[in-house]
DNA sequence: ATTATCTATAGATCTATAGATAATGC
DNA sequence: ATTATCTATAGATCTATAGATAATGC
């Protein structure tokens, strides 16, 4: 009885739309790629309100519109399921960073700054998901959460450890006489504003007193890069 | 079956434990609150290793050694130990940084820093969880996992405004002309470094290769004020 | 007498599997 | 013939309550 007031709502709505697909005849790879494309937006939206272990099956099969076993037929277990929320938009995220970051050591040469690698890093994770509408910012909070747990961070290893050592390549290529701890550090506290912001838990909108929006990213993108860009070179000095 | 591998152990040691204790005769005051305070402490550990959801009563009375029921008899339901937990500490923490900040206040007169500001509020909170040995540091934990929740941050609202709010307005006079979008802001990027440290996740030690621990909040006090407030002046530059 | 703790159990879910049915595919 | 979806159900937990027992308190 501890459990969260049913699914949120939007079952009956996703029944709908489902019942009108289905008087338009699909082919079986497009029916198969539909159901696991609305089974992970359902799964994903889910998981980033309550994480792991305060969504069940059922809830997500609700918001489908679907039966439970259609979810073990498609994903095996809960875990699974899971795991290819994150896998999902991991590369594109991961991907898109990589690049940016590669163009920008390009174009600087020998002589990145930080607030350089930190624009290329941040800001193209930001517009991703502002850009990218609803399912892209349910992402960015799907591993906000994540990030912040004992095992999510594990994920968050083994997909997006190649992103972040390239930018420390560049950052430390930037700081040339700084220490690796120093560089590692300013990361970490760079990766929390970030995951803070992804998070959109609302707390900044009530404290602000409504100045300030959880999904404003245009107005941390303004910010964040100078911000911790300034951080890092106070290290030093 | 997707539930995690049983409770994680030192249920035997505190059986024992127990045993022991009730050896020497207690009187029910004292009785109680033992009782009391071991329940928080174990489900404060296991929260803020899995969250509300990842954790069942079972979990946290084994870990005591009691039976369920008595979680009950102390706490009413899941729901009210969690709120218990949250707010055991809550006030301790709150009423330290809230003193420092006045304190720092008054030292200051008309000129406070913005670094001074984040040094008292920021210090006094790695300070207390990491000379608060490892029960602190699972409150910290705890704190953080909430934090980056829909529900938990409207906890962080009820306990933390106050203390918040007081950072906001010394900031605002250290700060005179800065628009109080950037104040608050700055603020969401200072609370994300520090959340991600009091997280503890241990992904910067790997990512690091092991130069940077998870727990070594001093290493993070060192650096964090000093890095935060020369974000926060780099907004206006 | 009052408070702390345990026993027994109801009732509700939850995950996962086996096997049936309905729709597409050659 | 193969793949997508549903029906039926097993087996395991989980939360919460009622009521019994054991320990302290006056």
Same mark, same amino acid.
């Given at each position: 009885?501890?459990?969260?007031?049913?699914?949120?709502?939007?079952?009956?709505?996703?029944?709908?739309?489902?019942?009108?697909?289905?008087? +338009?005849?699909?082919?079986?790879?497009?029916?198969? !790629? #539909?159901?696991? #494309?609305?089974?992970?937006?359902?799964?994903?939206?889910?998981?980033?309100? &309550?994480?792991?272990? @305060?969504?069940?099956?059922?809830?997500?099969?609700? +918001?489908?519109?679907? &039966?439970?076993?259609?979810? &073990?037929?498609?994903?095996?277990?809960?875990?699974?399921? =899971?795991? $290819?929320? *994150?896998?999902?938009?991991?590369?594109?995220?991961?991907?898109?960073?990589?690049? !940016?970051? #590669?163009?920008?050591?390009?174009?600087?040469?020998?002589?990145?700054?930080?607030?350089?690698?930190?624009?290329?890093?941040?800001?193209?994770?930001?517009?991703?998901?502002?850009? %990218?509408?609803?399912?892209?910012?349910?992402?960015?909070? *799907?591993? $906000?959460?994540?990030?912040?747990?004992? #095992? %999510?961070?594990?994920?968050?290893?083994?997909?997006?450890?190649?992103?972040?050592?390239?930018?420390?390549?560049?950052?430390?290529?930037?700081?040339?006489?700084?220490?690796?701890?120093?560089? =590692?550090? @300013?990361? &970490? =506290?760079?990766?929390?504003?970030?995951?803070?912001?992804?998070?959109?838990?609302?707390?900044?909108?009530?404290?602000? %007193?409504?100045?300030?929006?959880?999904?404003?990213?245009?107005?941390?993108?303004?910010?964040?890069?100078?911000?911790?860009? !300034? %951080?890092?070179?106070?290290?030093?000095?």
């Amino acid at each position: 009885m501890t459990k969260r007031v049913s699914a949120d709502s939007k079952a009956a709505g996703s029944k709908a739309k489902r019942a009108a697909d289905k008087r +338009r005849p699909r082919t079986k790879a497009e029916q198969r !790629a #539909e159901s696991l #494309e609305q089974i992970l937006d359902a799964a994903e939206y889910l998981f980033s309100k &309550h994480g792991l272990y @305060g969504v069940t099956l059922r809830d997500v099969a609700e +918001r489908v519109g679907i &039966h439970t076993t259609l979810l &073990h037929y498609y994903f095996k277990d809960k875990n699974n399921l =899971f795991e $290819a929320v *994150f896998a999902r938009r991991a590369s594109v995220t991961s991907g898109r960073r990589m690049r !940016a970051l #590669e163009e920008y050591e390009a174009a600087a040469g020998k002589r990145p700054t930080v607030e350089g690698a930190l624009h290329a890093f941040l800001d193209t994770d930001l517009d991703l998901y502002y850009e %990218g509408g609803e399912l892209w910012m349910n992402y960015a909070s *799907f591993c $906000a959460r994540v990030s912040n747990t004992p #095992e %999510g961070a594990k994920l968050m290893d083994e997909y997006f450890d190649p992103v972040v050592l390239k930018l420390v390549s560049i950052l430390k290529k930037a700081l040339p006489d700084y220490s690796d701890e120093d560089i =590692f550090w @300013g990361y &970490h =506290f760079v990766t929390g504003a970030l995951m803070n912001t992804l998070a959109r838990t609302g707390r900044i909108d009530r404290l602000s %007193g409504g100045i300030c929006r959880s999904d404003d990213f245009p107005a941390v993108k303004k910010r964040i890069a100078k911000f911790m860009a !300034a %951080g890092f070179l106070a290290l030093k000095a």
